[in-house]
């Protein structure tokens, strides 16, 4: 979740993760946040603030806060069909053409989520997420997993000692990324796939498995990490209240 605030001079953008009525600015999330669930935050933002009713607040979903902050000031700046994808607790994606998010048209999976689709027995988010990668990193550890695991422990063992099973976990995390996202970046006609999240400051553990299984995308011309991992969801929070025109996307986002 990421918020920029001009109090006083232009307004509030918010980045937010779904479900969540974005145009209402109400919490519909029950599986992270719920103690904000059914909250009016947009409401509670007016009064703890003590702001006009008619002051200036957006909300977007966080992955596409991240996808305008990097095509803003990041490493997306220089294409104009870009995916994003953040790669965290869950998996989130957004899709852009000619600087404006698009929710539909040719690769864009429904409500531009490329975590909901379908995989195996489950969804793509249960591979490509930190439950993902603690549950594989634990079936190929065995006995000698401690239940402190952590994304972020996982892969300095990768990184520092070449752990074969940190090693694999990442090679697996890249085939399963480029497996889900060759198709999508292919119809979509994607010139830059950007990805951003916690998990994507491990990228070089599985930037080659990526990047050569989507090297036969014609349009495609990079695949890279963030420049801003941190600092984009903030930028494209702050780029959405800039812009003129903001259009209600409604609810976005499905949760199970």
Not at 50 to 63: G, H, T
Not at 102 to 108: L, N
Not at 205 to 218: G, N
Request: aromatic letters at 10%.
């Amino acid at each position: 979740m990421g918020f920029l605030i001009f109090l006083g001079v232009v307004g509030i953008g918010i980045g937010m993760p779904g479900p969540f009525d974005y145009g209402e600015g109400i919490s519909l999330m029950k599986h992270k946040y719920a103690s904000i669930y059914g909250l009016n935050v947009k409401r509670e933002f007016v009064q703890r603030l003590d702001l006009e009713e008619d002051f200036l607040i957006r909300f977007e979903n966080d992955a596409w806060t991240f996808l305008r902050g990097e095509a803003w000031l990041g490493a997306a700046q220089e294409y104009n069909r870009i995916v994003g994808l953040t790669l965290g607790t869950g998996l989130g994606s957004a899709f852009m053409v000619d600087d404006e998010i698009v929710i539909e048209g040719a690769g864009v999976p429904p409500h531009a989520w490329v975590g909901a689709l379908p995989y195996d027995d489950g969804i793509v988010e249960d591979k490509i997420s930190r439950r993902g990668i603690i549950s594989r990193y634990r079936e190929l550890a065995g006995n000698s997993f401690s239940k402190n695991e952590d994304v972020e422990g996982i892969a300095l063992k990768g990184l520092e000692s070449g752990d074969k099973n940190s090693l694999k976990v990442f090679d697996e995390l890249g085939f399963t990324l480029a497996r889900v996202m060759k198709p999508l970046l292919s119809d979509f006609k994607a010139e830059c796939l950007v990805l951003g999240g916690q998990i994507s400051k491990s990228f070089s553990l599985f930037e080659a498995t990526l990047k050569k299984r989507l090297r036969s995308v014609p349009s495609l011309e990079r695949v890279i990490r963030a420049r801003l991992i941190d600092l984009s969801p903030l930028y494209g929070a702050a780029k959405l209240v800039f812009q003129k025109k903001v259009k209600n996307w409604g609810v976005i986002g499905v949760y199970e």
